[in-house]
């Protein structure tokens, strides 16, 4: 099972090496999808909510956007309402680190190898090229591990929506983001579902986050986590 998935990353990857290099081609997604995002509708429409909400100054910090789907989404919202905030996107772009995944198998008693292929094919490359031809001017892109990421670097932070799924990940992305957010500010934890056995460390570590500092969990649209600054 794991050489074929080994083996269906490779030419899932490939694929989009080539509409990108081969074919001239500026990352479109997978081709013949009736619907991309990895969110509902009401999810999404939540999450631009939260992020138009917030009116203090600050960047807009994305940790964990994969393809860049629902970065686009958020991107266009800001632009169709004509607010002007910088959109940082953070990956590693290969998936998740060995020792993200590690201590899911060692410490939280998920399956070897589960999360070994996940979210591998993708390319800081293919966003840039998209955010470029579609004309937004204020996104840039970071390939950095979000546990390690200096988010001291960006000021202080008035919108992130922290979308790395797994436990240790998301605590130690909010234990960094936390002290650089501006007051009045939001962050949003995606996959704070704690039914669902493939992403409950999200929860878990939100959960843990908010009573470390005594914050009362707010859990809207079945799985996004929010804090207010």
């Known amino acids: 099972m794991t050489l074929t998935r080994?083996?269906?990353?490779?030419?899932?990857?490939?694929?989009?090496?080539?509409?990108?290099?081969?074919?001239?081609?500026?990352?479109?997604r997978q081709p013949f999808v009736s619907y991309p995002y990895m969110n509902t509708p009401s999810q999404l429409l939540e999450l631009a909510k939260q992020l138009l909400s917030v009116q203090v100054p600050g960047p807009a910090v994305e940790v964990g956007c994969n393809q860049g789907w629902t970065t686009c989404f958020l991107v266009e919202a800001l632009k169709?309402?004509?607010?002007?905030?910088?959109?940082?996107?953070?990956?590693?772009?290969?998936?998740?680190?060995?020792?993200?995944?590690?201590?899911?198998?060692?410490?939280?008693?998920?399956?070897?190898?589960?999360?070994?292929?996940?979210?591998?094919?993708?390319?800081?490359?293919?966003?840039?090229?998209?955010?470029?031809?579609?004309?937004?001017?204020?996104?840039?892109?970071?390939?950095?591990?979000?546990?390690?990421?200096d988010y001291q670097a960006l000021g202080q932070i008035a919108f992130a929506l922290v979308d790395v799924d797994l436990y240790r990940p998301v605590r130690a992305s909010l234990e960094r983001i936390l002290p650089n957010m501006r007051r009045g500010g939001v962050i949003?934890?995606?996959?704070?579902?704690?039914?669902?056995?493939?992403?409950?460390?999200?929860?878990?570590?939100?959960?843990?986050?908010?009573?470390?500092?005594?914050?009362?969990p707010e859990i809207v649209c079945q799985k996004l986590g929010i804090i207010r600054t």
Request: charged share 25%; aromatic share 16%; hydrophobic share 35%.
């Open 6 to 28: 080994k083996i269906k990353t490779q030419m899932l990857r490939s694929a989009y090496w080539l509409a990108y290099r081969v074919a001239a081609a500026v990352y479109m």
């Open 80 to 149: 169709e309402q004509g607010v002007k905030r910088d959109y940082v996107c953070i990956d590693t772009f290969s998936g998740f680190t060995p020792e993200d995944a590690g201590f899911e198998y060692k410490m939280r008693g998920k399956a070897a190898g589960l999360y070994d292929d996940s979210f591998s094919f993708s390319d800081p490359d293919w966003l840039k090229a998209s955010i470029s031809r579609f004309g937004y001017t204020n996104v840039s892109v970071q390939k950095a591990d979000a546990t390690t990421f």
């Open 188 to 216: 949003i934890v995606d996959d704070c579902d704690p039914r669902h056995d493939l992403w409950d460390g999200a929860y878990h570590a939100y959960t843990e986050i908010c009573n470390e500092h005594h914050i009362k």
